[in-house]
């Protein structure tokens, strides 16, 4: 992450934390470091394990807690993806990107080609009883891994249906 970046965000967790009026204590300081050191999406097992190789135990309800903070703060995103763990993502990339969600397996992937993005002028964006603070784009379809099922299935489907006469008679004829 670029240093201007790092600071813009250290700045704004800074300011949260008076807000709030909390300590930017040693374990938050840590979590929010290396958050910020992740440019993909993670969860709460991931920075355990992180913090763990680095010898800095943290505990899971410090862990959830500060998610939930930097949540509120809008410094990173909680994903709605059908998957056992949330998955977070620093807000500066997810709004960068479309988020693919496959209807079949639940596969999540990022999709970061796409030159359009649909995302919403907030500024412009005029709701009642409701103040937006940012938007997320969810794609939903069919995984690549799910097509290629779907077609071998859908092959073995139609080899078992013929029926077995009419292989007989596709064959060649004898000399
Ligand atoms: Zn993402
Ligand atoms: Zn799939």
Redesign the pocket.
């Given at each position: 992450m670029e240093d201007a970046l790092l600071n813009e965000l250290d700045n704004l967790f800074d300011g949260y934390l008076k807000e709030k009026k909390l300590r930017r204590t040693t374990e938050r300081d840590a979590i929010f470091k290396l958050i910020c050191s992740f440019s993909e999406h993670f969860d709460v097992n991931m920075l355990n394990e992180r913090l763990e190789g680095d010898s800095f135990h943290v505990s899971k309800a410090t862990l959830y807690a500060t998610l939930e903070l930097l949540t509120e703060l809008g410094l990173i995103v909680r994903h709605l993806f059908p998957l056992p763990f949330a998955q977070y993502e620093l807000r500066v990339f997810a709004e960068t990107h479309l988020h693919r969600i496959?209807l079949?397996?639940?596969?999540v992937s990022e999709d970061k080609g796409s030159k359009v993005l649909p995302t919403v002028n907030l500024a412009k964006l005029k709701m009642v009883r409701f103040t937006p603070a940012y938007s997320a784009t969810y794609v939903y379809g069919?995984?690549s891994?799910?097509t290629f099922c779907i077609k071998q299935a859908k092959a073995a489907e139609k080899a078992a249906e013929t029926p077995p006469e009419q292989t007989l008679t596709t064959r060649k004829p004898r000399k």
């Open positions: 496959c079949k397996c639940g596969a069919i995984c891994k799910c």
